[in-house]
């Protein structure tokens, strides 16, 4: 590898796909759109693959490894982050909720507190302070200014506290202790907040709601706010607003699949209502020829079980192994590349041929705009 390239190096191992999250995150509930936090959890969009977010998140860990020891250099204070190597967090509804501290702080006066840590670049540091010192100039002490500057990243406190006082009532948490640190010149800002237990409960009851729900709930933004059109992109954009299916047909965007919410041993499993199994991690990834689309995610009218409509042409979405019995019968795969060429069935020439070559029980690869790419 030449000097030169050596960037071009970084960027390619850094924006390799990440691996997918199989729980829903404790951290997200605060998010204002329940679809959005459906999608992520049920896998409806890619995983994460870009290089300079992936350095962004590597760099606000590290951050927070080092005011964690700055912290522990204070006379008299404890500081714990891992117990037996792992990260201090816990999990509910058979292991589907799932949330991660950064760490349960012990002052001089005995008490103990959740440790939150967080990075931001000098203008929201600067606009997070400003807030912070108008409250103390007006005499406050705690609950200054971090909800108002960030009401998710506040939601996740009250989440999290709320979980630590259910699940481990011993530790005895008395409030949270917040830390934000300045990229940009390393200023550190710090306050003291107070937990609300019915913040907790009704994040908590969000959160039992989203896991339950067998459709994806309305989208909390227009195709014209500012989160749709500059924080997604073609593809997320086009799943979010409901004009496409997700791109690869998987476990947890099937009609047949299930969480099981009810598991005493918190392991996250999903099964299957139509092989009567339970799906591994593994399986889950890959998806199986059977994939039925969950019915809200097809971009067409439902007309009941697994039939559609869609431009005047009613369709069926079926089992790859299943006989085709009706016309416009498709599987999974053929429906996400149809959605992504305007539903053209007149033109559905690949589908046929991909069914001669490989017997039906072969998914076509599903390819963005293919149409449009042919010579």
């Known amino acids: 590898m030449s000097i030169e390239s050596i960037m071009e190096g970084v960027d390619e191992q850094m924006g390799k796909p990440m691996s997918r999250r199989g729980y829903l995150g404790g951290s997200s509930l605060g998010k204002e759109c329940p679809r959005q936090l459906w999608l992520d959890w049920r896998w409806c969009n890619a995983p994460l693959a870009d290089a300079r977010l992936a350095r962004i998140f590597a760099l606000g860990h590290q951050l927070e490894d080092n005011i964690a020891e700055f912290i522990r250099k204070s006379p008299k204070v404890r500081l714990i982050t891992h117990e037996r190597g792992e990260q201090i967090g816990g999990s509910f509804f058979g292991g589907h909720l799932r949330y991660h501290i950064d760490g349960l702080l012990t002052g001089a006066d005995g008490k103990t507190y959740l440790w939150e840590c967080k990075t931001a670049n000098n203008r929201r540091f600067n606009r997070l302070n400003k807030l912070g010192t108008q409250a103390r100039e007006a005499g406050e002490t705690k609950n200054l200014a971090y909800s108002e500057w960030d009401e998710t990243y506040s939601m996740q406190v009250h989440f999290y506290g709320g979980a630590l006082k259910e699940q481990y009532p011993e530790e005895n948490i008395h409030g949270a202790?917040?830390?934000?640190?300045?990229?940009?010149?390393?200023?550190?800002?710090?306050?003291?907040?107070?937990?609300?237990?019915?913040?907790?409960?009704?994040?908590?009851?969000?959160?039992?709601?989203?896991?339950?729900?067998?459709?994806?709930?309305?989208?909390?933004?227009?195709?014209?706010?500012?989160?749709?059109k500059n924080f997604m992109d073609d593809e997320e954009r086009g799943i979010y607003l409901g004009e496409l299916t997700p791109l690869n047909p998987l476990c947890r965007t099937c009609k047949f699949s299930r969480p099981n919410l009810s598991?005493?041993?918190?392991?996250?499993?999903?099964?299957?209502?139509?092989?009567?199994?339970?799906?591994?991690?593994?399986?889950?990834?890959?998806?199986c020829l059977d994939h039925e689309w969950i019915p809200g995610l097809v971009p067409a009218k439902h007309l009941g079980n697994n039939k559609y409509e869609k431009n005047d042409v009613v369709f069926y979405n079926v089992g790859a192994s299943n006989p085709m019995t009706e016309?416009?019968?498709?599987?999974?795969?053929?429906?996400?590349?149809?959605?992504?060429?305007?539903?053209?069935?007149?033109?559905?020439?690949?589908?046929?041929?991909?069914?001669?070559?490989?017997?039906?029980?072969?998914?076509?690869?599903?390819?963005?705009?293919?149409?449009?790419?042919e010579d």
Not at 205 to 214: I, M, Q, R, S, Y
Not at 267 to 285: F, M, P
Request: proline share 2%; aromatic share 12%.
């Open 177 to 228: 202790y917040i830390t934000v640190y300045d990229k940009n010149t390393s200023a550190i800002y710090s306050e003291q907040m107070d937990l609300d237990e019915i913040i907790y409960n009704q994040l908590k009851d969000k959160a039992w709601w989203l896991l339950n729900l067998k459709e994806p709930p309305q989208a909390a933004y227009s195709k014209s706010a500012f989160q749709v």
């Open 263 to 287: 598991d005493k041993q918190k392991r996250g499993q999903w099964g299957c209502t139509r092989t009567k199994t339970i799906i591994n991690h593994k399986q889950q990834l890959k998806g």
């Open 327 to 373: 016309e416009h019968s498709y599987t999974s795969s053929e429906i996400a590349y149809l959605c992504r060429n305007d539903f053209n069935f007149e033109d559905n020439d690949k589908i046929t041929d991909a069914r001669k070559l490989f017997d039906v029980k072969q998914q076509l690869e599903v390819t963005k705009n293919d149409n449009n790419n």
